[in-house]
């Protein structure tokens, strides 16, 4: 199995920063994919930020030009550094992680972090 442990969350004010961190332990190939979603009360998952199959990054309009995502893969994490935060930013930040399990197979799974609290508020 592979397991996603999140950290960075927080209560922070408006125009301030915070980084989070999603870190992926377990037995695995490789990573195949990364990104961010969040969910705000009342509203529906949405996508943050993700590296495309290409390489390349998509963000949400919302964030672009604020929100950079990340990739350390000698330590298998995905990082988004949140700048300019703004009381609309405050959602609970999940992260997924799409991980090959082997090497004979070409399958990718899915797995979702538990989520970290992101609060925006003077």
């Known amino acids: 199995q592979v397991q996603l442990a999140e950290s960075g969350g927080g209560l922070v004010q408006p125009g301030g920063s915070l980084r989070l961190s999603c870190a992926a332990s377990g037995n695995f190939y490789t990573i195949a994919t990364t990104g961010w979603y969040r969910q705000a009360p009342g509203k529906e998952r949405e996508l943050v930020a993700a590296f495309t199959s290409g390489g390349t990054t998509n963000y949400a309009d919302s964030v672009k030009g604020r929100f950079t995502i990340s990739r350390d893969d000698a330590k298998s994490t995905v990082h988004l550094q949140m700048n300019s935060l703004k009381p609309e930013d405050t959602a609970v930040y999940y992260c997924?992680?799409?991980?090959?399990?082997?090497?004979?197979?070409?399958?990718?799974?899915?797995?979702w972090g538990q989520g970290t609290q992101v609060t925006v508020s003077s």
């Open positions: 997924k992680i799409g991980v090959r399990m082997s090497i004979i197979f070409s399958r990718v799974d899915d797995y």
